[in-house]
């Protein structure tokens, strides 16, 4: 179901409205080939999208009621916590649950430390390294941050467009923006994050990383290879690009598809799907500051918008994503002067992972990237 409150005039902004089928969860994102990108036109310059706008809705909510994120919500409020997510991944298992329960209640700093290393652990997914029909194998490329390995591929020629996977994900997540890049005069780019498929993990054990290694893999990528013309990134992808970018990385034009926000209602969701209260959250908050160096709301998307001195952003975000709430970039829109806020609607509970395969979504992106001759350099 579709708010309301969507289908109001959104001001200053375009908005992107389109229904989706139902396809398997192979064919949304574990399948890159599902998306034959080929087939109509999805050159930059050739997106259909409409405009218009409403009041967005910028309160993020750290406590509240538990729910599916699709939930209808009062404009001005963010729909509660949603403690199942898209099913992707296994639910947290009854016995983590139990376990943090009790040290919540007799150990929380024990629990806390626990929290801390589940929260810097990748999930892994069981997702297909294949390109997309028509993208040939890339030439390999790599990068190095404070001696680490970043792995990636390359295609075309022309000035440079970086393709940023998410939390969990790979450098094949994103490749069905290769094809009409390359076509368009640009050389793409599309790398792992540390401790993701091939690159390295970083300073944490193997098969654990942070937001800020993140960054600094995409800075150490940029950096090598040239200039940023655009960023596409999702999830934590685009957090990361957004810090990079806060310390200086040119990253051109910004396009973020399905962004993580507020980092403090992702500390209650990961509370409240892991079973302990506030006892471990306060513990795994300070144990994360401590581990990354700065305090967390200074990996937030409107802190590191400001210090990079906003570049041009198109925001592309679902309702119905119950992963990454499709409030908290609406607070981001309202804040990062000039973006653009462009909503899907009926992904439905896999809409954190279909919007990667969502052609309306790609159209949008390749148009606001524009050719080379009109875009950032």
């Known amino acids: 179901m579709v708010p309301a409150h969507l289908n109001q005039p959104r001001r200053g902004g375009r908005q992107l409205s389109c229904a989706a089928g139902r396809p398997s969860i192979q064919a949304i994102m574990f399948d890159p080939g599902s998306l034959r990108s080929g087939e109509d036109d999805l050159r930059p310059g050739h997106a259909d999208v409409g405009n218009s706008a409403a009041p967005l809705r910028s309160q993020v909510m750290t406590e509240g009621a538990f729910g599916p994120a699709s939930a209808d919500a009062p404009a001005g409020e963010v729909a509660p916590l949603d403690t199942e997510g898209s099913g992707v991944l296994p639910p947290v298992a009854a016995s983590v649950r139990r376990r943090f329960w009790l040290l919540e209640r007799l150990a929380p700093a024990l629990g806390s430390r626990w929290a801390v290393e589940l929260w810097c652990t990748p999930p892994v997914l069981e997702s297909s390294l294949k390109m997309p029909p028509g993208v040939p194998p890339g030439r390999s490329i790599e990068a190095f941050w404070d001696g680490h390995r970043v792995a990636g591929e390359e295609w075309g020629e022309g000035p440079p467009v970086y393709l940023v996977h998410g939390w969990g994900g790979q450098r094949a997540h994103l490749a069905v923006f290769v094809k009409p890049l390359v076509e368009a005069g640009y050389r793409v780019i599309a790398f792992d994050l540390p401790s993701h498929n091939e690159s390295d993990p970083g300073a944490l054990a193997p098969g654990r990383t942070t937001a800020i290694e993140c960054a600094d893999a995409i800075a150490a990528m940029i950096e090598t290879h040239g200039p940023a013309h655009a960023v596409v990134a999702h999830s934590l992808g685009a957090n990361s690009t957004a810090l990079a970018a806060a310390q200086g990385t040119p990253v051109g034009r910004l396009v973020f598809l399905a962004p993580m926000g507020e980092f403090p209602l992702y500390l209650d969701l990961f509370a409240a799907r892991h079973g302990f209260g506030r006892r471990i959250r306060a513990g795994l908050h300070r144990r994360l500051e401590t581990r990354i160096g700065m305090q967390l709301h200074e990996t937030n998307l409107t802190w590191n918008g ?72």
């Open 306 to 377: 400001r210090l990079a001195n906003h570049p041009p952003l198109l925001l592309i975000h679902d309702p119905d994503d119950p992963d990454s709430p499709y409030a908290a970039s609406e607070r981001v829109a309202t804040s990062w002067p000039g973006a653009q806020f462009l909503t899907t609607r009926g992904l439905g509970r896999l809409a954190h992972y279909r919007i990667l395969r969502h052609r309306p979504a790609i159209r949008a992106g390749l148009e606001f990237i524009g050719p080379p001759a009109d875009g950032i350099t």
